[in-house]
């Protein structure tokens, strides 16, 4: 079995080099991989994301605290702009990976960009971030809600039996103003119980709360087509029904029939309304829809880390 050397830098806290979507679509097409933690080695796919390492944060935290206190913070762009360009020289192929909404750079430091993005170059290949919880090569254990689950369980019907007895729920760490906005209307209707770190109401695990509830809101800190990540899967996931504010993207595999999404031209009231009107069994039914309609591919995926068009599943 052919080695494919692998080195990550800059992911998210928590992320796992050896356990995670990028390298399981590796060995998946029939390569052993070997993660490379030291920047001094030559490894064979290099990949770098948008999040800063200690050291940088450090150099950061000025231009960020002066953008904020002077108004000129424009938008995630700006705080992610300087963190994407790698100090390493060693790497046969350096592929860029965003677990945020920025646009991929397009520089020559890198080969191919994994993005948030459905309409870009040949070298672009569309990886929204809650693939990395969906379980495409085995059955993954999703930490922050405490369940697992895999591509193949989120292509099927559910089986549950009765209607959650609580309204809703909402679990917050970024108080995004779009987000609480919707919390105050939808307060006005019903009883919202509230979770997370903005709320000093942390959870360990989304499911021991989120089960009780018939709706969980789940809205992006962005509205951009295509821009998913993994809070719609979360909520799903609690055996809730998402309450969704986000752009799923050109041709989805997220099931609508499983979420409650804003539609186009409707207010957040009308929103909130449709969800106080809804029956028990329009309610169940949507509970017990799979996740998914179809498995996304991912041959361009892969096409973008090899460089080629011969691999793919």
């Not at 679509?25 to 770098?48: H, P, Q, R, S, T």
């Not at 070298?123 to 990395?132: C, G, K, Q, S, V």
Request: hydrophobic share 40%; with cysteine; charged share 25%.
């Amino acid at each position: 079995m052919p080695v494919i050397r692998v080195r990550f830098m800059r992911f998210w806290k928590g992320f796992d080099p050896r356990e995670n979507f990028l390298t399981h679509l590796i060995e998946n097409l029939g390569f052993e991989v070997k993660v490379i933690e030291n920047k001094a080695e030559i490894c064979d796919i290099e990949f770098v994301s948008v999040n800063a390492s200690n050291k940088e944060l450090i150099f950061q935290i000025l231009p960020i605290v002066k953008n904020r206190l002077f108004g000129t913070f424009r938008d995630v762009e700006e705080k992610y702009k300087l963190l994407n360009v790698p100090k390493t020289a060693n790497a046969i192929r350096r592929i860029w990976v965003t677990g945020e909404n920025v646009r991929p750079p397009f520089t020559d430091d890198f080969d191919g960009y994994l993005s948030f993005d459905q309409n870009l170059l040949q070298n672009n290949a569309y990886l929204p971030i809650w693939y990395f919880d969906a379980g495409f090569y085995k059955t993954h254990f999703v930490s922050r809600v405490g369940v697992e689950t895999s591509v193949e369980s989120l292509l099927k019907s559910r089986g549950i039996s009765k209607v959650p007895p609580k309204f809703a729920c909402i679990f917050v760490g970024n108080p995004h103003a779009i987000r609480l906005h919707f919390l105050e209307i939808l307060q006005r209707i019903a009883s919202v119980e509230k979770f997370g770190a903005a709320f000093g109401n942390h959870v360990k695990h989304k499911f021991a709360v989120g089960r009780e509830f018939k709706f969980t809101i789940a809205f992006e800190n962005d509205l951009y087509p295509g821009y998913v990540t993994e809070k719609l899967l979360e909520a799903y996931l609690c055996e809730s029904i998402p309450v969704y504010w986000g752009h799923l993207g050109l041709s989805s595999p997220i099931n609508l029939d499983a979420i409650m999404v804003i539609k186009e031209n409707q207010s957040l009231e009308d929103l909130a309304q449709e969800l106080s009107e809804l029956s028990e069994a329009e309610i169940l039914e949507k509970l017990n829809q799979p996740f998914l309609k179809f498995k996304p591919q991912t041959q361009d995926i892969a096409r973008v880390i090899f460089g080629n068009s011969e691999n793919g599943n």
